[in-house]
């Protein structure tokens, strides 16, 4: 029986624009409600040279250079987009029953980026998610409880620590 039914996500993409930009590096890890990993997967994305360098600048990408530098040197390795969505189909087809939550930190604007680059995969989603950031608001506004994370920028680093995050929140609850 599949148990997993939380779809981790974490997309690193040239900017914020679903639009204009793209997704350079994809990570999932499949969880079952108790947050226990059963599966995980990571792909680097193949995009244009010419869109990483007219997108990726400014404010943000100077603050994080190394990140940049690092998702730009791995480019030369990616595979295309539909690749790697039929990677992400197969793994929730062989981990996932029939519904699957995405989750992950601000999760709504990787969905953007899933929906305009690899629709198939959207198509299987559920409506639901779980979105960590709306806890992180109400532990910070309402009850001065902070969680900090590390904020390196790659795509698995970024899933474990929302993992971490909502397992931190969930101890309030105990």
């Given amino acids: 029986m599949k148990k997993a039914k939380l779809f981790w996500v974490d997309l690193e993409m040239t900017g914020l624009d ?3 930009d793209k997704i350079l590096e ?43 530098d690092v998702l730009i040197s791995q480019n030369q390795t990616g595979r295309p987009i539909q ?29 953007k980026f899933i929906e305009s680059e690899m629709p198939e995969l959207n198509q299987r989603l559920h409506y639901r998610m779980l979105d960590v950031s709306a806890w992180k608001i109400y532990f910070e506004e309402a009850l001065n409880k902070r969680f900090t994370k590390p904020e390196n920028h790659r795509a ?16 309030f609850l105990k």
């Fill in 18 to 20: 679903p639009i204009k």
């Fill in 26 to 68: 994809v990570a999932a890890i499949a969880t079952d409600m108790r947050l226990q990993e059963i599966a995980r997967y990571e792909a680097v994305v193949k995009v244009d040279e010419t869109l990483i360098k007219t997108r990726m600048v400014g404010d943000f990408w100077e603050k994080n250079s190394k990140t940049r």
């Fill in 83 to 111: 690749t790697v969505e039929r990677e992400l189909i197969d793994f929730v087809e062989h981990n996932f029953g029939k519904e699957i939550y995405l989750a992950g930190n601000s999760i709504h604007q990787d969905r």
């Fill in 156 to 171: 698995l680093d970024d899933i474990n620590g929302s993992i971490e995050e909502l397992k931190w929140y969930l101890t």
